[in-house]
């Protein structure tokens, strides 16, 4: 069982960065691959980063590729999604979710665990 807290969300002007933290409960961090997603009121849910559970490998797709990335501490149980250049369209509720495989799946259905959410609001 592997519980997900995200944080760090807030309200920022357009082309400012947030740094969004996920942290996870159990001692088995590690066995775990990552992702990050996002959902629009009336939208489905998006991936926007996965990480393998090593941390050696990640993905970012083309939707915000090169202002997104993705990071992990395994000792600190700890995966980080690092935000830059925002949108006002990146307004929406971030989730991290954990599946324990190597490598990061990208699709929702996939993923074991899902944090609560943490509020993105950019203003233009």
């Known amino acids: 069982q592997v519980q997900l807290v995200e944080s760090g969300g807030g309200l920022v002007q357009a082309g400012g960065s947030l740094r969004l933290t996920c942290a996870a409960s159990?001692?088995?961090?590690?066995?775990?691959?990552m992702g990050w997603f996002r959902q629009a009121p009336g939208k489905e849910r998006e991936f926007v980063a996965g990480i393998s559970r090593s941390g050696t490998n990640a993905y970012i797709p083309d939707s915000v590729k090169g202002r997104f990335t993705i990071s992990r501490d395994n000792a600190k149980n700890t995966v980080y999604l690092q935000m830059n250049s925002l949108k006002p369209e990146d307004t929406t509720i971030y989730y991290c979710?954990?599946?324990?495989?190597?490598?990061?799946?990208?699709?929702?259905?996939?993923?074991?665990?899902w944090g609560q959410g943490t509020q993105v609001t950019v203003s233009s």
């Open positions: 159990g001692r088995t961090f590690g066995s775990y691959a």
């Open positions: 979710a954990a599946k324990g495989t190597t490598w990061a799946p990208r699709t929702t259905t996939e993923y074991d665990y």
